[in-house]
């Protein structure tokens, strides 16, 4: 039972590169996030979707974006990444915002 | 808005000692409460949740949570501690409206010694 997937696990970047971290999930949830999770800090949302084809800001959005093509497919892009983005990035998945949340097992991305 | 605070980022107890992690929300509507706990390198795991119903809620692992609405709490207890529950801890607070999100506390470390 996969659950969350997220790829991939670790990353390392130079200031100004541009990734995609990809999140799948195979419970047919509607709602999907992506966290970010800093020492001292816990979970701060970036952004989240309630279902495919929307997305909505959270409380960190900026300098990310995102894409619900699929609805298995939650996708966070950085465009033109900066050291304040070494994080673990956490995505997870509802079938609705009161229910519990699924997470993945995060990626851990340094930017140099 | 909704917020969560979580008293003592570090918590240590002996093994076969009570565990207590306390929580402290702010609502402006009934709320949907949630503990999950995150071992090392691993994402988060729901122990329990409040969803309006019985105010004791038991989870996985011998953890339960009292839901108080006169002191705003949620904390979380567990009557001996095994070793195994070393781990970070977090409560998470969700107002029962349609498109809600959830807020997460800043986490409690709790450290569990022989």
């Known amino acids: 039972n996969a659950g969350v997937t997220q790829t991939p696990k670790f990353r390392v970047l130079k200031t100004g590169q541009s990734m995609t971290l990809l999140c799948a999930q195979d419970?047919?949830?509607?709602?999907m996030y992506w966290y970010r999770q800093d020492p001292g800090m816990g979970l701060r949302l970036i952004h989240y979707s309630v279902g495919e084809g929307t997305t909505a800001k959270g409380e960190v959005p900026d300098g990310y974006n995102v894409s619900r093509l699929k609805k298995q497919n939650f996708l966070l892009g950085l465009e033109s990444a900066a050291p304040s983005q070494t994080s673990v990035y956490f995505c997870?998945?509802?079938?609705?915002?009161?229910?519990?949340?699924?997470f993945g097992d995060g990626t851990r991305l340094s930017i140099l | 808005a909704q917020s969560v605070t979580q008293l003592g980022s570090h918590v240590s107890v002996s093994e076969g000692a009570l565990v207590l992690l306390r929580c402290n929300y702010s609502s402006s509507v009934p709320p949907y409460l949630f503990w999950y706990v995150q071992y090392p390198n691993q994402g988060l795991q729901l122990l329990l949740k409040y969803t309006s119903a019985a105010t004791l809620v038991k989870g996985i692992n011998g953890f339960e949570a009292e839901f108080k609405k006169s002191e705003t709490s949620f904390h979380l207890t567990k009557p001996s501690a095994h070793m195994s529950d070393a781990a970070e801890y977090f409560c998470?607070?969700?107002?029962?409206?349609?498109?809600?999100?959830?807020?997460f506390g800043k986490g409690t470390m709790l450290l569990v010694s022989p």
């Open positions: 997870a998945s509802s079938q609705n915002p009161l229910q519990p949340q699924h």
């Open positions: 419970m047919n949830h509607e709602y």
């Open positions: 998470a607070v969700s107002d029962n409206s349609g498109y809600s999100t959830l807020t």
